[in-house]
């Protein structure tokens, strides 16, 4: 395993996205559940008045760095991240790899109709892609079993789960022991871009580390949340100093 940055006691590993990719695929060998997180400043900050969250984090098989905030406090701390991994971009490669491999996808979260237009877009841009089922994200715990094992069942490989931050993540944790998937790893709102129904910001923006300024600009509602970006920075800078 790769080495680690740990900031406010959330651990970040140092990989870049070819690293993460080779991890994430040799975790598809082991026959067990491995989970994969991708933190970024927003999840770090959630952390801090959440510590079944950080402590969840901790017990995670991979976290890949999610963010420009957190490559950012990598800097100031001089344990640097080699590179920004976005959860999306980390979905995007892993299918690629599950189409030409065959490994059996699912997708939970979402929306019925985004979920299914996720389905939909997928199965039609990329040949041998192999997703077994999927299911919104807007089921009680009632229907939780039988989620389960419909997933199990149809011997899923990778899991997708988007139920946004903190909840996925969540999830799939208190679920480790009932999934037989070998990765499930939280998407966030990757399925509302592969639908189509939110656009990603151009990677002008994303180069620039100003992935969140789009967002906010196409999100304004978000500001709340978006908050803790300067939030994080404010703490990273304010604790730097003090040590
Ligand atoms: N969502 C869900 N069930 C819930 C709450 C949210 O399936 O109970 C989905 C929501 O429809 C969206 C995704 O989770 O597709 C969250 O997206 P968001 O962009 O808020 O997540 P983030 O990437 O910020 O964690």
Redesign the pocket.
């Known amino acids: 395993m790769a080495d680690r940055f740990v900031i406010f006691g959330v651990p970040i590993d140092k990989v870049t996205m070819k690293k993460a990719v080779d991890i994430v695929e040799n975790f598809l060998l082991e026959d067990r559940l491995h989970i994969v997180a991708t933190p970024n400043a927003?999840?770090v900050m959630m952390a801090q008045n959440d510590d079944e969250y950080k402590e969840i984090l901790n017990k995670t098989d991979l976290n890949v760095p999610d963010g420009s905030g957190v490559i950012f406090a990598s800097k100031i701390y001089k344990e640097e991240l080699p590179e920004r991994v976005a959860?999306f971009d980390l979905m995007m490669e892993l299918i690629k790899i599950a189409s030409l491999k065959h490994y059996k996808i699912y997708l939970?979260?979402?929306?019925a109709d985004?979920?299914k237009g996720a389905y939909l877009n997928l199965k039609s841009r990329y040949q041998g892609i192999d997703i077994v089922g999927f299911h919104?994200?807007?089921?009680s715990e009632i229907d939780e079993e039988e989620i389960i094992n419909d997933i199990n069942e149809k011997k899923t490989d990778l899991l997708f789960v988007?139920?946004?931050?903190?909840?996925?993540e969540k999830w799939i944790y208190k679920n480790r022991n009932k999934l037989n998937a070998k990765v499930a790893i939280?998407?966030?709102?990757?399925?509302?871009v592969i639908a189509g129904?939110?656009t990603r910001a151009p990677e002008i923006y994303r180069k620039l580390g100003l992935e969140w300024f789009y967002r906010l600009m196409k999100?304004p509602w978000?500001y709340k949340?978006m908050m803790a970006l300067p939030r994080f920075a404010m703490k990273v800078l304010f604790s730097k100093k003090s040590v």
Not at 108 to 111: E, I, R
Not at 136 to 139: C, N
Not at 162 to 168: D, S
């Open positions: 927003e999840i959860g939970l979260g979402a929306k985004v979920v919104d994200g807007y089921f988007a139920l946004g931050a903190p909840k996925q939280g998407v966030g709102g990757s399925f509302d129904k939110v999100e978000r949340r």
